[in-house]
């Protein structure tokens, strides 16, 4: 398993290091609130999360929250994010779970251009480890992103992504990690 996330991380950082920078960074804040649903053989789990982040005109350091709620487990995190470039970023945060040691640490990783993005995503703690990485390749439909994805806990598979907007709307039929079901993960997102 360790093997699958590290060559997963080696090509999303060897995909997009090759890119060209497109703007430069510029005073932002941002946020999203999402409801996602992860369906199964043994039905479908809903989850609800709000992200947040704060990015300066000048400077490289910025700031980021996220909460995540399903039925029966929650999360809450922030920390610290760092421009490297004006087409990547790395962030760094601490926070809580529901778990018996409750302290959460996450650490991830985004890079962007006009051909596309990619992100990485770990969390460590109470609960155990946990990850998500995608690459999303833009189309000539600006609204209409293609790509691949793979997420702890549910699988790995392709990703269909309609961004009308502010509203992003995703959809992913994986393939779990445990045994050869499909399982699909979608989402409905704005952003302010």
């Known amino acids: 398993m360790a093997k699958k996330i590290f060559l997963a991380l080696v090509l999303l950082f060897a995909c997009t290091t090759i890119v060209r ?25 809903p989850m609800l999360d709000v992200y947040a982040t704060f990015q300066p ?18 999360e809450a995190y922030g920390g610290a994010t760092f421009a490297l470039t004006n087409w990547s970023q ?22 962007w251009n006009r051909y596309g993005s990619a992100f990485a995503t770990v969390e460590w703690g109470g609960s155990g480890f ?28 392709l990703r269909f992504q309609l961004t ?17 079901s499909l399982r699909v993960l979608g989402g409905a997102k704005i952003t302010f």
């Open 57 to 74: 005109a000048r400077g490289r350091i910025g700031a980021y929250g996220w909460v995540l709620v399903t039925p029966k487990w929650a």
């Open 90 to 111: 790395v962030a760094l945060g601490a926070g809580f779970e529901q778990a018996s040691m409750p302290l959460r640490l996450n650490a991830s990783a985004a890079m």
């Open 164 to 180: 009308p907007g502010r509203f992003t709307f995703w959809l992913a039929p994986l393939v779990s990690h445990d045994d050869p």
């Open 130 to 157: 946990w990850y998500h990485s995608q690459i999303l390749a833009n189309t000539p439909l600006t609204w209409l992103k293609v790509g691949v994805m793979s997420r702890a806990g549910a699988g790995s598979g």
């Open 21 to 45: 920078a497109e703007e430069p960074v510029v005073s932002k804040t941002k946020w999203s609130f999402e409801a996602q649903t992860l369906c199964t053989t043994d039905g479908c789990k």
